[in-house]
Nanobody, 130 residues
Framework: QVQLVESGGGLVQAGGSLRLSCAASGRTFSIYTMGWFRQAPGKEREFVAVITWRSGSTWFADSVKGRFTISRDNAQNTVYLQMNSLKPEDTAVYYC???????????????????????WGQGTQVTVSS
């Protein structure tokens, strides 16, 4: 079992920045990828970013490309989500997930979805004011 704990959320003005952390414990050696997802009120959960644990390869949702970066500290078993140029539409609860599902769609583009057989953190609220 892997346990995940997110932190770093808060209230920020549009254009500001926040850095989220996701600390993993337990069977961390079994983790291949780590992902960030978010869910806004009344909306479905959506993919934000994912990173491979060993090589550090990354993928991002189109909505956050160029504004968010994802990184990991293997020694600390922690994944970070640096969020810059925040917009009100980034307001959501942000969750990290171990080993999200990554599959190509019919057009060959990678699609990332949450893995409910993996672990989820409790979430951290990000609120961006206009």
């Amino acid at each position: 079992q892997v346990q995940l704990v997110e932190s770093g959320g808060g209230l920020v003005q549009a254009g500001g920045s926040l850095r989220l952390s996701c600390a993993a414990s337990g069977r961390t050696f079994s983790i291949y990828t780590m992902g960030w997802f978010r869910q806004a009120p009344g909306k479905e959960r959506e993919f934000v970013a994912v990173i491979t644990w060993r090589s550090g390869s990354t993928w991002f949702a189109d909505s956050v490309k160029g504004r968010f970066t994802i990184s990991r500290d293997n020694a600390q078993n922690t994944v970070y989500l640096q969020m810059n140029s925040l917009k009100p539409e980034d307001t959501a609860v942000y969750y990290c997930n171990s080993d999200p599902i990554i599959k190509p769609d019919s057009e060959g583009r990678l699609r990332v979805s949450g893995n409910d057989d993996g672990s989820w953190g409790q979430g951290t609220q990000v609120t961006v004011s206009s």
